[in-house]
């Protein structure tokens, strides 16, 4: 009797050890190696940056010459005035301009500067003189008197930072300091738009985040045209040659790309990376019969067929498969003997003057004609020398436009100096800047808001810690971005904001968020039942029992005691 209740007893406390040993070490231990890892992200940060409050701070400094200021009013100068606007976009999004305006009058070099035959000789000497910073602007106010400008002009744009501004002598005498400077505002903000940035363009460069107003239509063909921005872009210059048997083109498209192109690209190199490369094409047909036009005695193009240009001709040019950038692709179509002359056509039936067109985010096609350059008894095939200045004019203007460089028409009474040899004017760059700050940050914004939301509705992602770095690098941009913009440092703006939207992408297209993201719960079932089944079955029954017996003992001591 003594030998079975210590063999019980040994019984209930191996299997009470065995119990202990599971749910003390087992589940904790099996708990821990089987959980999802999902490093620490700094959620609170990402939720301010889900509510984007921009602040961008434009520097103007506006310089009275000789003759628009009475001695009386230049007393009173210099001095300095901020003005603040705000613009509520959505819910989720609001904008603040800082306009701060400096203004004084010009020192003896920059009289001399301002004496220049022309404008665009003294607008060479005032940037000899001082360069402006990145995302300022100078605006040098001229008497009525100067010959700068022409009769029907009162402002002239320059190709640097400077603008020139003409007042008339009645809006400086019997008016206080004050009242000139109210009547200037509007005029200098005129200014600051044009050459800067404006609501506007602001607001497109928002269009991944916030809806478009339908009424501006400008701004959202501009943003449709353009590419978005990217850390980098391939240009491919192609020569569609569809009957080598009667034309043996030649064309320096590498002298060309050299003397055209080159110095656009360097002077865009904040913005991106640029790689060019180039080919051509024998019997690339353009997928598309062009109509003859008996009054002209050529070939015609309709806009309308235009569209079915680009698919047959795409399909030959073949793509750059080791890199995830866009391509600009940018074609010389020379058509063949049969169909000679043939000419682009617009919506009015008018012909284009430069016989190209171009397809918003994709690139441009130009056709030239080569059937003046030989006779009817010339023997095929003809030699032909292509004009690359003639062509690399057009390319360059597309360029422009796809890279985002808008050449909208200036206000009435303005005066734009037309593109230098560099195919853009530092004015132009720093507004693609701006724009392309507040692309980034917004892109970036949105990217890495969507990928917490993500993160925080599906657990079984794994949030590695190369995912964590990625994602606090990109808030950190995002942050500096942000701090730039509203100090005004349009440069390093630019930068941080590259580098949030680069580590935002990372982090998002990460292949290790994919691991365990579609790995049902029918299948951990499948896996844990046959191991804890066998194991837990024996331990609930032996623990069952003890605690039958112990409530039998409990039952048996109580009626003893009754």
Known sequence: MATTEVERRRGQLAALSIAAVVILIGVPLWWRTTETYRAWLPVSQIEELAKLQLQLSADVEVVFARGTVTPEQQKKVP?????????????DTALRYRYETRYRTATIMEEDALNQPTAAEADLSLHTLSESPCGSLVVYVIPESSSLLPEDVDVYIGQRRTALLRISAQMRVGRTLEQLLAHLEPRVKQVLQVMSFSHTDITAALSDRVRLSPGNK?????????????????ITFSLLNPDPKSHRVHWDIEGAVHTYIQPLLKKLAPLANFSIDSQTLYYAMLGVNPRFDTSRSAYTLNSDSLAHVINPVEARLGSNAASSNPVLNFLLYVPDAHHSPLHINDHKKQEVPSNAFHSPRWGGIMVYNVNDFYGPEAAFPVDININMAKVMGVFLAQLRLLLGVQSSAPPPRFLVAPCSSTGIADWELDRLMWSRSVEN??????????????????????????????VSSAVTSLQLAVAELESGNLRFALQYSKEAILASERAFFDPSLLHLLYFPDDQKFAIYIPLFLPMCVPILLSLLKIVSEARQRRREKQAKKD
């Open 218 to 234: 400008e701004s959202i063909a501009d943003s449709m045209r353009a590419f978005k921005s990217s850390p980098g872009y391939e």
């Open 79 to 91: 001095l300095t005035q901020t003005q603040d606007e705000e613009h509520i976009v959505d819910e």
């Open 441 to 470: 940050i917004a892109t970036a914004t949105t990217t890495i808001t969507s990928l917490a939301q993500l993160l925080d509705q599906i657990g079984n992602i794994v949030i590695n810690d190369n995912i964590a770095q990625q």
